[in-house]
């Protein structure tokens, strides 16, 4: 199949031949990996029983869901992905903050991905074939899945696609298997490795299991969602059938991974260590159904999300081809994905990436939905490519391409939340205010949202190329 060609340009309605079941396949499929399941052991080892790690994980992908799958409908719309999008809110250059933040995302969860099935990869092939479990293992399994992964990403939309359609079959057989292979040794007794609660008492550590375990998951789709509805037709698909297959594909695709990474932990006992702990409580008979799961789920995740990644940079970088963006990511993740191995702790790497990158994409995604409902949905495609082609002026041009107002609104919203979050090894001084109850994500939407409302309260938005405005709207800073 030909590398596809299109980077964040606007996709003409004559290629957007996907469907609601395409947006399905692929957030299944793609998410049915490890990469995904660790985020069930999240609760696990911060010491919650198996009712109140499955309630945290339930509970926070249900909200995050509710959050994020609107903004499948903002591609649906522009044609283009989601970072690119956002500048009708943030500028056509002020539109690089969602590049940046989807690139981080991306970056992190690539790594994250790679990592954990490197892993297990190792400690399978450990069990089958004797390889040992030294550091050239593992540098020689994590360049293999990175080389697969790159191969894929460099390919594009299609070919990511069709593997996604495969693997949701494929990887749902492999973990019915594994519940058959785990459950002999399953129990919801407590884990005492976790060493009691990790916040000392019950509702902060739940909490903290909702945003890192539950709510993560779907704010991680916050600039992806649009990589995919940019190739649906809103000719032949209506916003209401997109919205429900993405509701489907996040719950379906999040949850059902991320609860058999719960119920693994308790049956392996893997309380402080998943991966090992994962291979070490599996059946002899299970190892090379694990080892498949740990390759082709790592792939076909890790694939999407350098996708992801190369579009991102694509639009910060104009001059740059989209394969040529995704190589050079590829090589940066696969970085990250060793110096997670060797210099950080596995709990507290995760833990702190996904509490920071959701409080600091959180208010960019609210007030890009705000600027959707307010637009009614209607944008100025051609507008918002002003920045790929180099150029100037149009609808979204701003002040020299930022809206300032918007940008300052995300930006108060991701610092209250840098403020507010608990990590391992970084306490916000803003946590004294909710009784050290990390509400990062919370009040990083509510800030940066009301701050963009009460800013911008005499812009009605930006619909179909005109700027409304009441007529006390002077003061607008618009280049039309």
């Known amino acids: 199949m030909p590398i596809e060609q299109r980077g964040v340009d606007t996709i003409p309605d004559g290629e957007r031949t996907s469907g609601p079941r395409d947006l399905v396949s692929i957030l299944i499929g793609s998410n049915l990996c490890l990469g995904v399941i660790v985020f069930g052991w999240l609760p696990v080892?911060?010491?919650?029983?198996?009712?109140?790690?499955?309630?945290?994980v339930v509970a926070g992908t249900v909200i995050g869901t509710a959050l994020t799958a609107p903004l499948a409908l903002v591609s649906l719309r522009t044609g283009t992905n989601l970072s690119t999008?956002?500048?009708?809110?943030?500028?056509?250059?002020g539109r690089l903050v969602g590049s940046v933040v989807g690139?981080?995302?991306?970056?992190?969860?690539?790594?994250?991905t790679i990592w954990i099935g490197g892993d297990v990869m190792v400690g399978a092939l450990h069990r089958l074939l004797g390889l040992p479990t030294g550091g050239l293992s593992y540098?020689?399994?994590y360049a293999l899945l990175a080389a697969a992964t790159v191969t894929g990403a460099v390919h594009g939309y299609r070919v990511l696609l069709r593997l996604s359609r495969v693997l949701a079959l494929g990887m749902t057989a492999l973990l019915v298997l594994g519940v058959v292979a785990y459950a002999p040794d399953f129990t919801t007794s407590a884990l005492p490795g976790a060493g009691g609660y990790a916040l000392g008492s019950f509702w902060p550590t739940w909490l903290l299991a909702l945003v890192a375990a539950g709510l993560s998951g779907p704010i991680a789709f916050i600039t992806l969602l649009g990589d995919y509805t940019r190739y649906v037709s809103p000719a032949r698909h209506g916003s209401r059938s997109v919205l429900g297959a993405a509701w489907l594909g996040l719950l379906a695709g999040l949850l059902i991974p991320q609860l058999f990474g719960t119920f693994t932990a308790y049956a392996a006992r893997?309380?402080?260590?998943?991966?090992?702990?994962?291979?070490?409580?599996?059946?002899?008979?299970?190892?090379?159904p694990l080892l498949l799961a740990a390759s082709?789920?790592?792939?076909?995740?890790a694939g999407l999300m350098l996708y992801s990644m190369g579009l991102d940079l694509d639009a910060i970088l104009p001059r740059a081809s989209r394969a040529r963006a995704t190589?050079?990511?590829?090589?940066?993740?696969?970085?990250?994905?060793?110096?997670?191995?060797?210099?950080?702790q596995a709990?507290?790497?995760?833990?702190?990436?996904?509490?920071?990158?959701t409080a600091i994409g959180t208010p960019w995604a609210v007030i890009t939905l705000i600027g959707f409902a307010r637009c009614r949905g209607e944008y100025d495609a051609e507008a918002l490519q002003v920045f790929n082609r180099r150029s100037k002026g149009g609808t979204y041009w701003y002040r020299a391409g930022w809206h300032v107002r918007a940008t300052a609104s995300w930006a108060l919203g991701a610092g209250v939340g840098v403020l507010a979050v608990s990590l391992p090894s970084y306490e916000g001084p803003l946590l004294s205010l909710t009784g050290g109850v990390d509400c990062s994500f919370l009040l990083s939407g509510a800030v940066g949202g009301a701050a963009y409302l009460a800013l911008t309260a005499r812009e009605r938005g930006v619909v179909a190329g005109t700027l409304e405005t009441t007529p006390q709207a002077v003061g607008v800073d618009h280049v039309a």
């Open 45 to 56: 080892s911060f010491g919650l029983g198996w009712w109140e790690s499955v309630s945290a």
């Open 85 to 93: 999008s956002s500048g009708a809110q943030f500028g056509v250059r």
């Open 103 to 112: 690139l981080l995302l991306s970056l992190g969860y690539t790594a994250l």
């Open 139 to 141: 540098a020689l399994v």
């Open 270 to 288: 893997a309380a402080l260590d998943y991966a090992g702990g994962l291979v070490d409580a599996s059946p002899a008979w299970y190892l090379v």
């Open 296 to 301: 082709a789920g790592s792939v076909g995740n």
């Open 327 to 344: 190589c050079t990511v590829a090589v940066v993740a696969t970085a990250c994905v060793f110096a997670g191995h060797y210099a950080w």
């Open 347 to 357: 709990q507290d790497a995760m833990t702190s990436f996904v509490l920071l990158l």
